[in-house]
Nanobody
Framework: QVQLVESGGGSVQSGGSLRLSCAASGYGDRRYCMGWFRQAPGKEREGVAIIDNSGTITYADSVKGRFTISQDSAKNTLSLQMNSLKPEDTALYYC????????????????WGQGTQVTVSS
């Protein structure tokens, strides 16, 4: 049974930092496209950052230079370091894995975590 469990969300002031983590289980030794998406109230889900099975990383323009995605394959964990946070980064953040149609920032992923809330106040 594939399972993704996020942690690390919280509330910070604008300019602050948070680090999200995702513990993945049920994948065995296979490597998949993994990443982070977010959804703010009243908005569609948005791809934030992804990393494919060769380690190539793609960021959304809105987070480039501020967010860093990393993966520890030995521990089956995925992280998202978020710096210089802005109020518009406020959203429910999801860990995703196993894309259906290529490794892109489109929400075409087979597996989604339950999400962790990030709130940035001005």
């Amino acid at each position: 049974q594939v399972q993704l469990v996020e942690s690390g969300g919280g509330s910070v002031q604008s300019g602050g930092s948070l680090r999200l983590s995702c513990a993945a289980s049920g994948y065995g030794d296979r490597r998949y496209c993994m990443g982070w998406f977010r959804q703010a109230p009243g908005k569609e889900r948005e791809g934030v950052a992804i990393i494919d099975n060769s380690g190539t990383i793609t960021y959304a323009d809105s987070v480039k230079g501020r967010f860093t995605i990393s993966q520890d394959s030995a521990k089956n964990t995925l992280s998202l370091q978020m710096n210089s946070l802005k109020p518009e980064d406020t959203a429910l953040y999801y860990c995703v894995a196993d894309s259906l149609f290529g490794c892109t920032l489109r929400p075409n992923f087979r597996n989604w975590g339950q999400g962790t809330q990030v709130t940035v106040s001005s």
